[in-house]
């Protein structure tokens, strides 16, 4: 009879053998993904996964993002209790519920309904109250609304100008941008004349749906 799987004691490691070794020192951050369990998030075939340095397969052929990019990209961004955040990629929500311990409001963007029903119901339970996932696609979504906060939770290609328009004045955005197998991850802050970028390290992630770059032909 196989012995159950202790979650806090391992969330408890992913966040002092994995986060904390790669950079992540924030200690809001870290509070919060010490607290918020990641494995509520994730398919009942993954949750004993739920804290290994992987990236977990979901429905529709997406991926979740590894604890440790997750991790970097919450503390790129700084969030505090004042801002208003949009995630572009929401998946399972568990960026969005981390956000929604940090900031102040949070809009989660997924192109699966499934998925977004999902995320909602787990949010729900969790009772992170102030993150909202709504079904709808990046590249065709419209808002009037500006944010202070944008996490894309896939690669780009190039950093799409639309997802620049929806923040606010002196806003920032959290991207991981280039080609597979080597990406650079960016802070993009909105400044008065025009965008800011910062490199901040390098990795690889699957694209978001439509920001992949286009075959290059072979002759």
């Not at 979650?7 to 509070?31: C, F, H, I, T």
Request: aromatic fraction near 8%.
């Amino acid at each position: 009879m196989s012995t159950p799987m202790d979650y806090n004691k391992a969330r408890e490691l992913m966040v002092e053998q994995q986060v904390r070794p790669w950079d992540v020192l924030d200690g809001r951050v870290l509070d919060v993904m010490a607290a918020l369990p990641r494995e509520a998030f994730l398919p009942v075939a993954h949750r004993n996964l739920a804290y290994a340095d992987l990236a977990l397969p979901l429905a529709h052929g997406e991926f979740t993002m590894k604890p440790v990019l997750q991790g970097r990209a919450l503390q790129a961004l700084a969030l505090d209790p004042a801002d208003d955040v949009l995630v572009i990629g929401a998946g399972t929500g568990y960026l969005a519920g981390c956000a929604g311990r940090l900031a102040r409001d949070v809009l989660a963007l997924e192109r699966h309904a499934d998925l977004a029903q999902a995320a909602t119901a787990t949010l729900s339970e969790l009772s992170v109250d102030n993150a909202h996932v709504v079904v709808g696609d990046a590249f065709t979504w419209t808002t009037e609304r500006r944010f202070t906060a944008i996490l894309v939770a896939g690669a780009v290609d190039t950093i799409p100008q639309r997802f620049i328009d929806w923040l606010e004045p002196n806003g920032r955005m959290f991207v991981v941008r280039g080609r597979s197998p080597v990406m650079e991850a960016v802070l993009v802050r909105n400044d008065v004349n025009a965008p800011r970028i910062q490199s901040l390290f390098e990795t690889d992630l699957p694209y978001l749906a439509g920001a992949a770059p286009a075959p290059a032909f072979k002759f």
